[in-house]
């Protein structure tokens, strides 16, 4: 079992910026892939970013390639999201998962754990 837990969401002008940490229980962290996923009001639950055991591998969505950045730190069984030059398009709960698989995972039907997610809101 990993428990996850995401922190970091908040209210934000456009062109701001914010950092999601997502700390997770367990003595495994450093075999998950990660992910951080999104779901605006009305629309379905999408992939923002997705980072290998190591590290060494991210993915991105278009829609944020080039303001967002994952990153893990499997010493403190922690991912991070960072978001630079924020749109109000950004706007939505940000969820953190884990998957045991290997290989990056990029549908939210194939992730193993979630956790309860942070609201991102940027205002314009």
């Known amino acids: 079992q990993l428990q996850l837990v995401e922190s970091g969401g908040g209210l934000v002008q456009a062109g701001g910026s914010l950092r999601l940490s997502c700390v997770a229980s367990?003595?495994?962290?450093?075999?998950?892939?990660l992910d951080w996923f999104r779901q605006a009001p009305g629309k379905e639950r999408e992939v923002v970013a997705a980072?290998?055991?190591?590290?060494?591998?991210?993915h991105y969505a278009d829609s944020v390639k080039g303001r967002f950045t994952i990153s893990r730190d499997n010493a403190k069984n922690t991912v991070y999201l960072y978001m630079n030059s924020l749109k109000p398009e950004d706007t939505a709960v940000y969820y953190c998962?884990?998957?045991?698989?290997?290989?990056?995972?990029?549908?939210?039907?194939?992730?193993?754990?979630w956790g309860k997610g942070t609201l991102v809101t940027v205002s314009s």
């Open positions: 998962a884990a998957d045991l698989g290997a290989g990056l995972k990029l549908s939210p039907r194939t992730m193993d754990y």
């Open positions: 367990g003595r495994t962290f450093s075999t998950y892939v």
């Open positions: 980072i290998d055991r190591s590290g060494s591998t991210t």
